[in-house]
């Protein structure tokens, strides 16, 4: 950590529902404890019903974006959301190459909204493969996003998610932490590992409500928050996987729109 307020920078696009994208990664940062600079790469028409319209951020400007954030805060971890566009996903992986350094860099392969609408062209997700996932400290893909990357069918069970998150380690991740979110069971099992072996479950029990807007990109930005703030990787996922547990229990506490909800970012704080 760099200084007495630990800084992380959110590279993604903004949800104007305010559950997921920036809005979500600002959130979580903030309820853990960090102070979070933002870096928008596409603004989106979206609601809990869905996402109505997405407007990409030109690659120059998120460059411009990178290169303010970097060039005056001290930053000590990024998470990096929504990259729809081959010439975006080539900005951050230049500006990071150039600014970030051993920063460490979280990745979540955003690729479908929690109402199944795409947010990443086809021909972007080879792209974000070839140009980002060698450059992330961790990447964090649900089962069907990690399918996607390594161009397989979805896993079918634990043992299949295991196996796709060292296939995703052999193809240059340093570390994978393949979320069971979609999977079944009474427990939602995360499945964590590193390219130097080591190999973690994280397990918390399955919950039942409809407000799970927003909780991949919750997830990543909060073990950005535990990095930013100098834990070590296994660490900082408990951390995520608590608090992002506690904010699953909690969305029903809000009634937000009329679709997927959000979770409660404020669950520990808010009366």
């Not at 996607?148 to 998150?165: K, P, R, S, Y």
């Not at 296939?167 to 979110?181: N, P």
């Not at 939602?188 to 991949?216: C, E, I, K, W």
């Not at 703030?229 to 699953?248: I, M, N, Q």
Request: hydrophobic share 50%; glycine share 10%.
């Amino acid at each position: 950590m760099s200084g007495a307020s630990p800084i992380a920078v959110t590279i993604a696009g903004s949800d104007s529902g305010g559950g997921a994208g920036i809005q979500a990664d600002l959130k979580t940062f903030s309820a853990l404890g960090v102070y979070g600079a933002s870096v928008i790469t596409a603004l989106t028409a979206q609601n809990t019903r869905g996402v109505q319209g997405i407007h990409d951020v030109p690659a120059a400007f998120v460059a411009q974006q990178i290169d303010s954030v970097f060039s005056d805060l001290a930053v000590d971890a990024v998470k990096i959301g929504m990259l729809s566009q081959i010439a975006v996903i080539d900005a951050v992986a230049d500006g990071l190459a150039q600014q970030a350094g051993t920063i460490p860099v979280v990745l979540d392969p955003v690729m479908v909204a929690t109402s199944g609408d795409r947010l990443i062209s086809e021909d972007a997700v080879a792209a974000l493969r070839d140009r980002l996932l060698t450059r992330a400290d961790l990447i964090t893909p649900n089962l069907p996003e990690a399918a996607v990357l390594l161009g397989e069918a979805l896993a079918e069970d634990e043992a299949g998610a295991a196996a796709q998150a060292r296939r995703l380690v052999a193809l240059g991740a340093r570390a994978v932490l393949i979320k069971g979110g979609h999977g079944h069971g009474a427990m939602s099992v995360d499945h964590l590992v590193t390219a130097d072996g080591h190999a973690q479950t994280f397990a918390a029990p399955r919950l039942t409500t409809q407000n799970t807007h927003g909780t991949g990109c919750t997830l990543s930005s909060a073990i950005a928050a535990g990095l930013a703030r100098g834990l070590e990787l296994p660490a900082a996922v408990t951390l995520a996987k608590d608090y992002l547990t506690a904010a699953l229990n909690a969305a029903d506490r809000l009634a937000i729109g009329s679709g997927h909800g959000p979770v409660h970012h404020f669950h520990a704080i808010w009366p």
